[in-house]
């Protein structure tokens, strides 16, 4: 059982900055490769970025892309999402998501993930 707390949402200006942090309680936290998606109001689960369990990986939806940056500390059992130069369309709720996974592959699809966070809203105003 894998537990994810995500933190580090907020309300930004069009053009800011903000960086998510996702906590997980895995004992090897390693052995996952990991995800965050986002989903605002009557949209379906968006892609956001994926690393690999080592982190040597990573890859980008193309709305995020040059915008987003993914990583990971493996020694703190924590993921990051450094967003940039934020849009209003990209306010949603932004989600963590684990997949045990000893490989370096990434996935793009929600449900090769087993384990969720509950997420944290993102708000960028124009």
């Known amino acids: 059982q894998v537990q994810l707390v995500e933190s580090g949402g907020g309300m930004v200006q069009a053009g800011g900055s903000l960086r998510l942090s996702c906590a997980a309680s895995a004992r090897t936290f390693s052995d996952y490769s990991m995800g965050w998606f986002r989903q605002a109001p009557e949209k379906e689960r968006e892609f956001v970025a994926a690393?690999?369990?080592?982190?040597?990986?990573?890859f980008y939806g193309d709305s995020v892309k040059g915008r987003f940056t993914i990583s990971r500390d493996n020694a703190k059992n924590t993921l990051y999402l450094q967003m940039n130069n934020l849009k209003p369309e990209d306010t949603a709720g932004y989600y963590c998501?684990?997949?045990?996974?000893?490989?370096?592959?990434?996935?793009?699809?929600?449900?090769?993930?087993?384990?969720w966070g509950q997420g944290t809203q993102v708000t960028v105003s124009s």
């Open positions: 998501a684990a997949r045990y996974y000893s490989g370096g592959s990434v996935s793009t699809r929600g449900h090769d993930y087993r384990y």
């Open positions: 690393i690999s369990t080592s982190g040597g990986t990573t």
